[in-house]
């Protein structure tokens, strides 16, 4: 029993430092420790398989965390009722997740509008905290991003009623908002939202932001929309920095910047291909296109 304790604590203390993967091998630890111990439902265990939800969804193993978060939930609800924060909060992991492997779930969308009722009712609840995200997240796999963005805005908005003025809830669903926004083709509106997200981002995890990446791609996106090639490559450069920054090796997102990069570069090198075919009656314009496209193209190949 102690050495379950312990090594639960010592994950969770991990993770809040951002030491994962290291957090997330002593979790699994203690839910081996706990399963063998007790027979069937029993708190230590719920409490280390909720713990172990929040670590593998944030590794992005979101089939195996929304089994982990539905397992707990299941605990929680015999040991404790429906009711519970408990109960809630892996009720919360669970859409999220499973949002994620497998948005056309059938029991995804009454779960939602529950959980984002009870957060509206009392969106202090700590237990809550996640729901917005996790709904809106649903929402916007479910090819309903308006309301996905919508949830996105009413979060932000309520979070700075209550006197939110940098927390990293709030950075996050800037984040977010801001992301589902240029998705849905809101450039101008979302600009200054994704500043913030960045600004704040930053002061709050000193230079190591895990929302940096995604608020720079979508920055890069804009500027592309704009015509602006200069800008949304000097962008996603930022976005493979901020994700190599900010991310283990072993992680999901560790390469989603230099994904973001490597997409960027290789299409800049067509669009200057292109430019050089139109031109080409002009030899000195062509020849300075194909320099750019080979300039990119060498770059993609580092």
């Given at each position: 029993?102690?050495?379950?304790?312990?090594?639960?604590?010592?994950?969770?203390?991990?993770q809040?430092?951002?030491?994962?993967?290291?957090?997330?091998?002593?979790?699994?630890?203690?839910?081996?420790?706990?399963?063998?111990?007790h027979?069937?439902?029993?708190?230590?265990?719920?409490?280390?398989?909720?713990?172990?939800?929040?670590?593998?969804?944030?590794?992005?193993?979101?089939?195996?965390?929304?089994?982990?978060?539905?397992?707990?939930?299941?605990?929680?609800?015999?040991?404790?009722?429906?009711?519970?924060?408990?109960?809630?909060?892996?009720?919360?992991?669970?859409?999220?997740?499973?949002?994620?492997?497998?948005?056309?779930?059938?029991?995804?969308?009454?779960?939602?509008?529950?959980?984002?009722?009870?957060?509206?009712?009392?969106?202090?609840?700590?237990?809550?905290?996640?729901?917005?995200?996790?709904?809106?997240?649903?929402?916007?796999?479910?090819?309903r991003?308006?309301?996905?963005?919508?949830?996105?805005?009413?979060?932000?908005?309520?979070?700075?009623?209550?006197?939110?003025?940098?927390?990293?809830?709030?950075?996050?669903?800037?984040?977010?908002?801001?992301?589902?926004?240029?998705r849905?083709?809101?450039?101008?509106?979302?600009?200054?939202?994704?500043?913030?997200?960045?600004?704040?981002?930053?002061?709050?995890?000193?230079?190591?932001?895990?929302?940096?990446?995604h608020?720079?791609?979508?920055?890069?996106?804009?500027?592309?929309r704009?015509?602006?090639?200069?800008?949304?490559?000097?962008?996603?450069r930022?976005?493979?920095?901020?994700?190599?920054?900010?991310?283990?090796?072993?992680?999901?997102?560790?390469?989603?910047?230099?994904?973001?990069?490597?997409?960027?570069?290789?299409?800049?090198?067509?669009?200057?291909?292109?430019?050089?075919?139109?031109?080409?009656?002009?030899?000195?314009?062509?020849?300075?296109?194909?320099?750019?496209?080979?300039?990119?193209?060498?770059?993609?190949?580092?």
């Amino acid at each position: 029993y102690i050495e379950a304790e312990l090594r639960r604590i010592i994950g969770y203390t991990l993770q809040t430092i951002n030491e994962r993967d290291e957090g997330n091998k002593h979790i699994r630890r203690a839910v081996e420790l706990q399963r063998s111990l007790h027979d069937g439902p029993h708190e230590d265990l719920a409490l280390s398989l909720l713990t172990l939800a929040d670590s593998i969804i944030y590794l992005g193993q979101y089939k195996e965390g929304a089994a982990a978060a539905k397992e707990a939930e299941n605990m929680w609800l015999e040991l404790a009722g429906p009711e519970d924060p408990r109960t809630l909060q892996c009720r919360t992991w669970y859409v999220y997740s499973q949002a994620k492997a497998n948005p056309m779930a059938s029991d995804l969308e009454a779960i939602s509008r529950d959980l984002l009722e009870r957060w509206r009712r009392d969106p202090t609840a700590e237990e809550l905290e996640v729901a917005p995200n996790a709904v809106a997240t649903y929402f916007a796999r479910a090819g309903r991003l308006d309301d996905a963005v919508a949830i996105y805005q009413e979060q932000v908005a309520t979070l700075k009623q209550l006197g939110d003025t940098g927390s990293t809830g709030l950075a996050t669903a800037l984040d977010n908002c801001g992301h589902f926004m240029v998705r849905a083709g809101l450039d101008d509106e979302a600009e200054p939202i994704l500043r913030e997200a960045l600004e704040m981002g930053d002061r709050i995890y000193e230079g190591k932001s895990p929302h940096a990446d995604h608020v720079w791609a979508a920055l890069a996106t804009i500027e592309a929309r704009r015509g602006n090639l200069d800008t949304q490559l000097e962008y996603a450069r930022e976005s493979a920095r901020a994700s190599s920054a900010a991310y283990a090796p072993t992680h999901i997102f560790w390469r989603a910047g230099d994904s973001v990069l490597g997409n960027t570069l290789l299409e800049q090198a067509e669009h200057f291909l292109d430019r050089a075919w139109e031109t080409k009656s002009d030899g000195s314009i062509a020849d300075g296109y194909r320099q750019r496209a080979n300039a990119l193209l060498s770059e993609l190949k580092e």
